[in-house]
């Protein structure tokens, strides 16, 4: 048997380097395993009754290790544990006795994480920046937050800006991906759905895999980015992505007259959502103020649109109801939509609808503005402190798999008026369906416990 096949010999050789540093102001000795640096005080010679202190460092939660002075190597850490809300970044410092040890001690670390990462943490990623989507910052917090942490953690970026409306799709699509771990958007929510867009289409052109998508907030809503990394913030989300696990979420798909007209993940609405985002389009000089401006203007003036719907409703889980019938359903909306909501699932875990096997059709049947105040005011609550959201009466919503919409009168621009993840789109034809695609898409996500 040779000295790597023996047990244990590979863990023995990554451990035979243990150096004497000093931690945190404590004399310590620092080794360096296959899943973890400890880091263990040295025995007090004066006190030999006390307990010597030791910490570890999970090497699947390290970015890297550099050297960061004469006798220095700083460790930069992943932190937060499935409790946090946010992923964060901390640096540990260790102090060790000559140049030689500092660059054995980081190579080590180095060796160890690519071995431990391997086939997990995305190697190489392309990075579709909006420069217009929310304070027009995307192109800076690419350059300043993220390209800084992707570069640390040694992953190689091709970055490309998106130049006009659309142009994430068309680099979706045809950039050469080959080689490459995911794709991460620097963007709003519509950046995101462009690159979801692109990634199908490429799909369903020539069957290549999706790749997992990450997102990173600089648009005005960010809707997505909180259900998949737990928060708002950007290191948050480039974090989540350099970790690598990844959850598959459902897409929405929007057809008419035979073609896909787009596909979505997190936002169907047509009526109220269809004019809102309509008219926020028009108020981008608003910044991140052009959502609410516009959603109290538009509870001013409530619209309403004649539908008739063929819907295929399913039980929670999202399997087809026995027998599958499609129900009709005709009446005049303000609103129908299938909208995110915070979800708390069976194991205790905080998701967003878009993390549901199901997606819910909800129903606004003429509503007044007192019920759309009080419906947004439970959103609300329930966003804020996962209060449990009950819709009121006249509002109701129900799992479904596919729905077939047809304007009662073609004539009312409304009920052609769609919103699809923010995208304000309108349809020549007055008749379409929107299908559910199950678990379509994987995107960089982590797990968040309530
Ligand atoms: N260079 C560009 N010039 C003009 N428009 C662009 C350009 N690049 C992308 N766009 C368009 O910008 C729009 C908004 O993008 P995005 O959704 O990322 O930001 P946002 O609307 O501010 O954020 P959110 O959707 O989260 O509210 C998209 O419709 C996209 O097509």
Redesign the pocket.
């Known amino acids: 048997m040779t000295e790597s096949e023996r047990p244990g010999a590979s863990e023995r050789s990554f451990e035979e380097h243990a150096f004497t540093c000093n931690f945190a102001g404590r004399q310590s000795t620092v080794s360096v395993g296959r899943e973890k640096i400890d880091i263990v005080e040295c025995a007090d010679v004066k006190k030999p009754a006390k307990v010597a202190k030791s910490d570890h460092i999970i090497l699947s939660d390290v970015l890297c290790a550099k050297v960061t002075g004469h006798s220095e190597v700083t460790v930069h850490v992943i932190q937060g544990t499935s409790k946090d809300k946010k992923l964060t970044l901390k640096q540990v410092k260790l102090s060790l006795n000559d140049t030689a040890q500092v660059d054995t001690l980081m190579k080590k670390t180095n060796d160890a994480i690519k071995a431990i990462t391997e086939g997990v943490r995305p190697r190489k990623l392309l990075a579709i920046v909006?420069?217009?989507?929310?304070g027009q910052i995307?192109e800076k917090i690419y350059t300043t937050k993220a390209a800084p942490l992707f570069a640390l953690a040694g992953i190689e970026i091709l970055m490309k800006?998106?130049?006009?409306?659309?142009?994430?799709i068309e680099l979706a699509r045809e950039t050469d991906l080959k080689d490459f771990d995911g794709v991460v958007?620097v963007?709003?929510?519509?950046?995101?759905?462009?690159v979801c867009n692109g990634l199908i289409e490429r799909n369903l052109k020539d069957g290549a895999p999706i790749l997992p998508i990450g997102i990173i907030?600089?648009?005005?809503?960010?809707?997505?980015v909180n259900g998949f990394s737990g928060s708002y913030d950007v290191t948050a989300a480039v974090l989540t992505i350099i970790r690598g696990s990844t959850y598959k979420i459902n897409a929405l798909e929007v057809k008419s007259a035979g073609d896909v007209i787009y596909y979505g993940t997190m936002l169907f609405g047509l009526g109220f959502f269809g004019q809102v985002i309509h008219k926020a389009?028009k108020k981008?000089h608003l910044k991140k103020l052009r959502?609410p401006v516009t959603m109290l203007t538009g509870i001013k003036n409530l619209p309403s649109c004649r539908v008739e719907l063929d819907v295929k409703y399913t039980n929670k889980d999202g399997e087809d109801l026995q027998p599958s019938d499609w129900t009709n359903v005709r009446g005049s909306f303000t609103s129908v939509s299938c909208l995110p909501a915070q979800h708390v699932d069976d194991e205790g875990y905080v998701t967003s609808s878009v993390r549901n096997p199901s997606m819910d059709l909800t129903f606004m049947p003429d509503a007044t503005r007192m019920d759309m105040i009080r419906y947004f005011n439970d959103m609300r609550k329930h966003l804020m402190s996962g209060e449990d959201w009950v819709l009121r009466e006249p509002m109701y919503s129900a799992p479904f798999r596919q729905v077939k919409i047809k304007a009662v009168d073609p004539e009312n621009e409304l009920a052609r008026l769609l919103n699809v993840?923010?995208?304000p789109i309108l349809l020549d034809n007055p008749e379409f369906e929107i299908r559910l695609l199950h678990k379509l898409l994987p995107i960089y996500s982590r797990s968040l416990l309530k």
């Open positions: 909006n420069p217009i989507g929310g995307g800006l998106s130049e006009r409306p659309k142009h994430a958007t963007g709003g929510d519509g950046t995101f759905t462009e907030p600089a648009g005005t809503g960010n809707g997505m389009e981008r959502y993840d923010g995208e």
